[in-house]
């Protein structure tokens, strides 16, 4: 077996998955397609070549994990810098109120009867 399989099969389960979301393939459940890559792949290899393989694909997933984690910490805080720019804005009277604005008031009497009845409790 060659390791260079193993980068992609990552990538192409994601072009799968893409395809899917686009209705050019149907639906791709990654149980699916790890069991297909065993089956064709993996099932007949030596002990001590699946060893190997195991400790490639760890080093993989701790990667990918990390790299997921810490953009996850990057969107958050893009996020929390935008709502601050807006709440700012909406502070000094420059907002420009739409729809979408997070920080648009509401008037109670608009509110849904049950956020009315916490708002009428405090």
Known sequence: MQYHDVYDWPKNFLEDSLMSENNELENIFVDDYIESIINAKIDNIEEIKLEELLTLISNLSSFYSRL???????????????????????????????????????????????????????
């Open 68 to 122: 997921r984690v810490s953009l996850d910490e990057i969107l958050g805080e893009k996020i929390l810098s935008r709502l601050l720019e807006e709440a700012d804005k909406e502070a000094e009277g420059f907002s420009d109120i739409s729809d979408n604005n997070p920080f648009k008031r509401i008037d109670k009497n608009d509110l849904p009867e049950t956020i009315k009845n916490i708002l009428e409790e405090e």
